[in-house]
């Protein structure tokens, strides 16, 4: 009904998941990329949790749509299924006829068929939506299933997304077994205000919106405050917001616009969430989610680039031949501050082997991209020994190159007397051109890890650190 009035080619708040309205921003498109590697490792049963119209099954969706050709995927919409029902609905998605067979002969049938799947170099994923809501009986079984293996190699792929619910679901005595082997655990934070407006106008634009934000800071609060920042009542509270806006026949979204999309939702007045599901469960082994990097990155936001002054979404580079090893795990509570957790204790010396000179004849940008260039040179060269670089500490990484911000960081780094331990790494993010920011350069890996420990105290507080090998 309103398309036409403010220039839409489709309804930009549909509560559909759409994959083309996939909002990257608030960790989402960080937590895809890690589902991605993980499922690369092939080790252990991942688990997403979040609250209801949080964003799990588009982000379900889009791994469905992203991951590589040689994994195939069963997705179970059903959670309330019987062991069973369960057992047939796999052996149904892998071609296999199991009309009246028993439970056991149907696990040797998925079992021979998961084998010969490996043999063609394919990896068998299983995604359970609304995993809270499944028997713990028929959860028993996924961990069966997940215990098939061809000599090293486990046969099947589980991720679980579900409600808080499926926390403590998992936490009941009988749940041990399954619990102990989820590995990777992340949850799908509630957006802030200051997301919330990047989230509404990307949807928007995505649906073919051209003009400047309509949304004003008070109908912004209210949207914030009456959605408790969950996706799915903020997509309703904006498109009802639009519709009113458009019997007024107005362009701007005001507060009294929220207030009848309220009335007409029968929302009451927010209360604050519980706290529940407020934290990012961290992941472990090179998962690098930033999750304080955008803020210290946007603290002083830029004239060039006003649209990111609230949060910077980074994405993991998973295509990248360099391999990332060794990074800490991390678990934030709300308000807590990143801890590195380093790996065993190692006695090899954390002094860097080189510190770039500084040229003043070009920008901080330049500087560090030459810098960046000569040390991928020197670590390529054919000689070894004290001299050579093996690896640096990875403070954060961008999928774009925004140079003001990467300008005023560089310029603390100077501040800090740190910028000739800066380097600056081109690096291809799928289509897109962005850059990989390094600390240091060490002689190896275990000197790298040793000199987390000695970096700035605002680089500890800021970034989630990783090893990355030259």
Not at 162 to 183: S, T, Y
Not at 235 to 258: M, Y
Request: aromatic share 6%; charged share 20%.
């Amino acid at each position: 009904m309103y398309l036409e009035h403010f220039g839409l080619n489709e309804p930009p708040f549909r509560i559909t998941p759409v994959t083309m309205f996939f909002f990257s921003g608030a960790h989402r498109g960080q937590i895809l990329d890690a589902l991605i590697y993980s499922l690369s490792e092939a080790e252990g049963i991942i688990k997403v949790s979040g609250e209801v119209g949080s964003g799990k099954t588009m982000l379900c969706r889009m791994l469905l749509e992203r991951l590589p050709k040689h994994f195939e995927t069963i997705y179970l919409a059903n959670p309330s299924l019987s062991r069973e029902e369960m057992l047939y609905a796999i052996a149904d998605a892998l071609g296999l006829d199991i009309n009246g067979e028993r439970v056991g002969v149907i696990m040797q049938k998925i079992q021979k068929k998961l084998e010969d799947k490996a043999r063609e170099g394919k990896r068998v994923v299983v995604l359970v939506d609304e995993a809270h809501a499944m028997p713990l009986d028929t959860l028993e079984e996924l961990r069966l299933l997940y215990n098939l293996q061809a000599g090293n190699t486990r046969l099947l792929q589980i991720i679980l997304f579900g409600q808080p619910e499926l926390n403590a679901k998992l936490e009941q005595p009988n749940m041990r077994q399954l619990k102990d082997r989820i590995v990777h655990h992340f949850n799908m934070q509630p957006l802030s205000r200051n997301i919330l407006e990047n989230y509404l106008m990307f949807r928007m634009r995505a649906a073919g919106y051209h003009g400047p934000n309509i949304f004003s800071p008070n109908a912004l609060k209210l949207i914030a405050d009456a959605s408790h920042g969950l996706m799915r009542r903020a997509n309703i509270l904006a498109d009802k917001s639009l519709l009113a806006a458009f019997v007024e026949d107005t362009h701007n979204i005001e507060a009294r616009h929220v207030q009848a999309a309220m009335r007409d939702c029968e929302i009451r007045p927010p209360h604050p969430l519980s706290g529940k599901g407020l934290w990012i469960g961290g992941a472990t082994a090179a998962l690098l989610l930033s999750s304080l990097a955008a803020w210290w990155m946007s603290d002083r936001p830029q004239p060039e680039d006003q649209s990111m002054k609230a949060e910077t979404g980074y994405s993991a580079d998973m295509h990248s031949d360099k391999t990332v090893t060794g990074a800490p795990g991390v678990n934030l509570a709300a308000g807590d501050t990143p801890q590195v957790a380093l790996s065993s204790p190692v006695s090899e010396p954390a002094t860097p082997v080189i510190a770039a000179p500084v040229n003043d004849k070009l920008s901080l940008l330049e500087q560090r991209l030459a810098a960046g260039k000569e040390l991928l040179e020197q670590a390529a060269s054919t000689g070894s020994g004290q001299g050579k670089a093996v690896a640096s500490i990875q403070l954060f990484y961008n999928d774009e190159i925004l140079k003001g911000r990467i300008e005023n960081f560089l310029k603390r780094a100077k501040g800090l007397g740190k910028l000739s331990e800066i380097y600056l790494i081109p690096a291809k993010f799928g289509s897109k051109n962005g850059l990989r920011v390094l600390y240091g350069a060490y002689p190896s890996v275990e000197a790298a890890r040793n000199a987390v420990k000695d970096l700035p105290k605002r680089y500890q507080d800021a970034f989630t650190v990783s090893i990355y090998t030259l």
